[in-house]
């Protein structure tokens, strides 16, 4: 049961955890290695990544993790799977939230 609670909590920290640095990484218009980040922080967490979806102003990625009992395993049980997702909300500065539209002017 501890194992199960502790790869949960490792599943979930690593859902933030890209979450928030693909939202950086786009906040920073750095969308040319956003999955690669992604996929390394997953790797470092010992997780897989089962989607990500992207939009203009946020993020939504879910991982999951599959569980490994040596023990329950030889009664013809295969394992469990844990996901979790996360997502994140990206706010530039120049949306009317901040209102610095009234502020600058953009020659396009």
């Known amino acids: 049961l501890c194992r199960i609670?502790?790869?949960?909590?490792?599943v979930k920290n690593?859902?933030?955890s890209i979450s928030l640095a693909l939202a950086q990484n786009l906040l920073f218009f750095d969308e040319a290695n956003i999955y690669q980040v992604a996929v390394k922080?997953?790797?470092n967490s010992e997780c897989n990544i089962s989607r990500i979806e992207k939009t203009?102003?946020?993020i939504n990625v879910e991982v999951s993790k599959?569980?490994?009992?040596s023990i329950i395993d030889k009664f013809g049980f295969d394992g469990s799977v844990i996901y979790s997702s996360s997502?994140?909300?990206i706010i530039y500065p120049w949306d009317e939230v901040w209102d610095n539209c009234k502020n600058f002017k953009f020659e396009y």
Do not use: G, P
Not at 5 to 10: D, E, G, H, L, S
Not at 66 to 69: C, T
């Open 56 to 58: 203009y102003d946020s």
């Open 14 to 16: 690593t859902s933030d």
């Open 87 to 89: 997502s994140a909300k």
């Open 5 to 10: 609670f502790v790869a949960r909590t490792q």
């Open 41 to 43: 922080i997953a790797e």
């Open 66 to 69: 599959i569980l490994d009992f």
